[in-house]
């Protein structure tokens, strides 16, 4: 039977040789019967999985001896069952204003049924500087939540049961810092801390590569990426420690290979610094998560999640050692692209976020944010939020692309192009590795140093210009199709009075903490900062604690860590 | 000031924000077309962009934000390149809602280029916000 339909089947003896299955899965050999032993094992969720006419569509197809979702190397996805079980995580990133706004807002989405909380920072928090710092004027509360002190961070969850949800927190530099001040506050609510469960991005490689939003030098900053990843491993069971991005490294303006390329070799970089700081490989590769871009060019974003994933298992299998099946699965968040979204004829966007979010969904992803329409305008309206959040319900309910894993897979143009992936990716994985000597790690810092990364995207960004400007590459509503009145919408803005209340509050914390605790709290932290053996966490929850702001560790431990400059290269 | 020297433009992230391609790709089109292009790069303030403007004898600032806080941010370039004695043109890049155009007009920027300026624009306006200056 050539093509065969892989759905609930009678069980076979080979189900019970749980040795055999191992052995075979550690083969990478595709095995119908253990995939047939882990889909029964999945639990299935309430729905018909039948097309619109009544077919009846089974869970996976594939020829006789096809890789099988679920099994080495992941190509198909991680999980047998995939949207089977369990739909993606329709998770919208949000945050705005003071704390206590934010926090209305979260109490909102828990009391509408969801239990993910996605905080987004203003940009001071994120470069780790207080809201009254003269640098912070003009940004405070825009893009994100201010976060000053511990009390703010009370503020934020305050009522919400930090043991009954997940919350992800979108902050690299001074993700130490904030981790310590959201165990603060579980540590004065009573809650353990090994109840608390989410993600912190803490991808600081990518920062010095795309986003910008770097404080210290790359080599302090990997000692405080693998302090969280100590403390969360000590302490955190169910914390995502990092959650590496290509994201931002395909908005800066990567090709997707690039982005697949860069994401997955600083992977491989932390992997290495976390081995080099004493952890065992299956101890914290399972906490290990992605971040992806959803760009335009459907079949090229799909081909892309699934080299991703079929990379990953096979590096970490094959050069880290690792043995345990959740080292080897690559789970990733989808966001759909920033960049992709055009201020012409704003409407149009739906669509772009449309088949750019079905992409994500038809390559697997775990979790989803869709862009909102008028964001090439203005940070988005509530209206523009939730027809995003209906773009993946509507992909959800209505079009039953749920009901098979992977089922671009055997396309010969999907698999071509999921192999051309792999081979470019393999391509820079071996730059960076001559660069570093063998090391990842070493690699990542050498062309950090030398400005390659951003060399690298700042050309493919160059060249896509290029082909916008010849007309070689059209954009509905910018170089072609072009209407010239374009309305604009409704777009949101921000009361200036945050800025003037965030200040007024964190003026009011200042002047009623124990100085002598703050003293000693940023002066432990000096002291320990220069031992690179310490793990910084206990230092940083005792500050929090005694109301150290965010700007007064990090500029403490800039005295210690120094400052980085990036090269102004064009 | 010869009328035969290319014109000279500063260009600049302002605060915080690190959205920087934009930035990177108007340099690249502006040194095409024949300016002399100044990168200042990232988290420059009001005073090293007028520093520089000075030192670097600038016809032209261009100046990005990405983050929602031109509007605070745009004016005091403007108002601290004032303060210097200097009458350089302002122009603001990035994603800025049609509303505030007027704003920050009003407020002495010389003009403002939002996603999916052309490459022909960008230049353009340049060299028509650069010209008055090019000409005193």
Redo the contacts between chains.
Sequence with gaps: MPWAAYGRKPATSEQALGFTLMLKYNQGMADRAAWQDSFDHSPTRPAQFETMSGVPVQPVYGPDGAELPGQFPYTRGPYASMYRSRLWTMRQFAGFGTAADTNGRFKELLRSGGDGLSTAFD??T??G?DSDDP?????VG??GVAVDTQDDMETLFSEIDLGAVSTSMTINSPAAVIMAMYVGVADATGVPRGALSGTIQNDILK?YQA???FVFPPRPSIRLVTDVMRFASAELPRWHPVSVSGYHIR???STAAQELAFTLANGFAYVEAALGAGMAIDEFAPRLSFFFNAHMDFFEEIAKYRAARRIWARWLRDRYGASDGRSLQLRFHTQTAG?S????QPEVNLVRVAIEALAGVLGGTQSLHTDSFDE????PTEHAVRLALRTQQVIAEETGVVHVADPLGGSWFVEELTDEMERQAEEIFAHIEAAGSGSMLEGAYACIEDGWFIAEI?EA??QF?SK??KGDWI?V???GYVEGDDT?PA?L??D?AVETQQVASLDAVKRSRDDDAVRQALARLVTEAADPTVNLMPALIAASRARVTVGESMRALETVFGTWY?R??? | MSAERPVRVLVAKVGLDGHDRGLRIVARILRDAGCEVIYAGLRQSTDTITATTIEEDVDIVGVSMHNGAHLTLAPAVVDSLRAAGLDTPVIVGGIVPPADIPILKAAGIAAVLGPGASNEEVVATVLAAAAPVARA
């Design positions: 940009m001071p994120l470069l500087r640098l912070a004027k003009g940004e825009r893009a920062e986003q910008k939003e908005e800066a303006g960049v979204l055009t201020a012409q090439a305008l203005a940070l700042a960004s160059y210009q916008l400007a954009q509503g910018v170089n604009a777009t803005s921000i200036p990036e102004s290269v064009v």
